[in-house]
């Protein structure tokens, strides 16, 4: 497995596996998705040319992991942790922030990785039908090491 920079090229597979993982109004735009990989960090984990993941944010002063997803196929081989090891190499040093919802099974994965949760933020995610889901807001500190 390989983990490398999205292309313009790649935008449609990139939008059929994130319909996969997050289906119906949780899946970002392809809009969206294009400005990451234009504008932000978008990495794709790839195995005989095949999508398996990705992970896509902004690496700023303080940088945001906006959305990370693995075909659930291939759940439970590490490529999770990998992405997001990959990340925190462009990060080198800062923080990195992500909101995640209060039952979303991602929150494990994140704490298990190093971010601690230092708030809620009530009502974050809109939904259809006029309902919401609070979220907790994650951060995890990123130092680079000789």
């Known amino acids: 497995m390989i983990v490398r920079e999205a292309s313009d090229s790649e935008l449609e597979k990139i939008v059929r596996l994130e319909r996969i993982c997050f289906p119906g ?36 002063e303080i940088s945001r992991i906006a959305s990370i997803c693995v075909h659930p196929d291939f759940r439970g081989r590490g490529i999770g942790r990998t992405l997001l090891k990959e990340f925190e190499k462009r990060v080198k ?24 949760a230092f708030g809620m933020a009530s009502l974050y995610y809109e939904l259809p039908f006029n309902s919401s889901r609070d979220a907790f807001l994650m951060a995890k500190i990123v130092l680079e090491l000789p």
Do not use: D, H, Q, W
Not at 103 to 110: C, E, K, M, V
């Open 25 to 60: 109004v949780y899946s970002y735009s392809p809009e969206n998705l294009m400005k990451f990989i234009s504008e932000g960090v978008l990495l794709l984990a790839e195995s005989s040319g095949k999508i398996l993941g990705y992970i896509a944010g902004e690496v700023e």
């Open 93 to 116: 040093k800062g923080i990195i922030l992500i909101e995640c919802n209060t039952n979303n099974p991602a929150l494990l994965f994140f704490l298990k990785n190093g971010f601690r």
